[in-house]
């Protein structure tokens, strides 16, 4: 895995190239709400979307496919235990923890996979991310608040990586990426992302083509 600190832009452009050179298939379990969406952008993205929330072939699935994306926006009983069955199998995992703090039903969710798997990436807003770094925000939902100012959100992308072995980010007015070791910020973004329905869920979707096509992260803790 190439170390957060030594990323270059050309490391992303290679990122691009190589991920539309792969056509890698990506496996999405995620909620009817963005399904649509996160499939086209990993079309564009230059992947293949493959989606099931089905617990009979999600096993399956996973182990045909280089990278898992797990979303937890509309959680269900047959979806959660798809979710499982196909951790088990993925050799790459990126973990959406879309609505953790809205429900005690899904931080326990949430925080169970965290203990039961290892998980290459962890994309979330920054309350999500905050909250799951033990951060208190006022958060109740899938929306984080209009600014961040209420978390230290450098200090939870780090403190969330370290504690997973996992490269983080956490999304908002600023966003922040973090190995453990380091901690990037990048500007520039839209204030009109706020106003559209899966604008997040869709950066995890590209994130996942981009990884699995470039194999840029580590798939498993060595």
């Known amino acids: 895995m190439i170390a957060l600190s030594s990323v270059t832009p050309a490391d992303w452009a290679r990122a691009w190239t190589a991920a539309r050179a792969a056509n890698p298939l990506v496996y999405t379990i995620t909620n009817f709400v963005a399904a649509p969406l996160q499939a086209n952008i990993t079309l564009a993205a230059g992947g293949r979307p493959l989606m099931s929330r089905n617990i ?3 096993g399956e699935l996973a182990a045909r496919a280089p990278v898992l994306v797990v979303n937890t ?3 269900d009983s047959e979806g959660d235990g798809a979710i499982r069955r196909a951790m088990e199998r993925s050799p790459m995992i990126l973990l959406d923890p879309v609505g ?3 429900s005690s039903y899904r931080r326990a969710m949430v925080d169970g996979l965290l ?3 290892h998980v290459s ?3 979330g807003n920054w309350a999500e991310v905050c909250l799951l770094a033990g951060m208190e925000v006022p958060a109740d939902g899938v929306d984080a608040p209009g600014g961040n100012s209420a ?3 450098p200090k939870a992308v780090r403190t969330l990586a370290e504690r997973t072995d996992a490269l983080v980010c956490a999304t908002g007015a600023r966003d922040y990426v973090s190995d453990g070791r380091s901690v990037l910020s ?3 973004g839209s204030a009109l992302m ?3 329905s899966g604008g997040g869920c869709a950066l995890g979707s590209l994130m996942a083509t981009l990884a699995a096509g470039s194999g840029s992260v580590a798939r498993r803790r060595s």
Request: aromatic residues 12%; proline residues 4%; contains cysteine.
């Open 73 to 75: 926006g509309t959680p």
């Open 115 to 117: 203990r039961d798997f």
């Open 100 to 102: 953790y703090g809205a």
């Open 56 to 58: 009979h072939e999600a």
């Open 121 to 123: 990436v962890i994309k």
């Open 186 to 188: 990048f500007s520039g």
């Open 194 to 196: 706020a106003t559209i």
């Open 151 to 153: 978390c230290d959100v």
